[in-house]
Nanobody, 120 residues
């Protein structure tokens, strides 16, 4: 199972970006998915999560600005980021909880990350 995140880049404060993450490989099901971020010198932190049933959970620092969504048919996860702030600069990682075979336990898989830089 591989996760590939994309969509990062340089954006001015107040701007928008849309991150995408695609899961590929052989697996039975993808359950919860999430976006995390890690800023320089800081620990990785949860940005937003989305369960397979559609429940969402957002970190307080992105509520009202970011929206997480997924396309199960395409094994895609998205993060729409609006009203970006300087402090949103970080590498953004996607994570998926995957069951590879129906008899397997679920495991977490991580993408390599995509850099978002907010700067004027």
């Amino acid at each position: 199972v591989q996760l590939q995140a994309s969509g990062g880049g340089l954006v001015q404060p107040g701007g928008s970006l849309r991150l995408s993450c695609v899961a590929s490989g052989s697996f039975f099901s993808i359950n919860d998915m999430a976006w995390y971020r890690q800023a320089p010198g800081k620990e990785r932190e949860l940005v937003a999560a989305l369960t397979s049933s559609g429940s969402t959970n957002y970190a307080d620092f992105v509520k009202g600005r970011f929206t997480i969504s997924r396309d199960n048919a395409k094994n895609m996860l998205y993060l729409q980021m609006n009203s970006l702030k300087l402090e949103d600069t970080a590498v953004y990682y996607c994570k998926a909880r995957v069951r590879r075979m129906f008899w397997d336990h679920e495991m977490d898989y991580w993408g390599k990350g995509t850099l978002v830089t907010v700067s004027s």
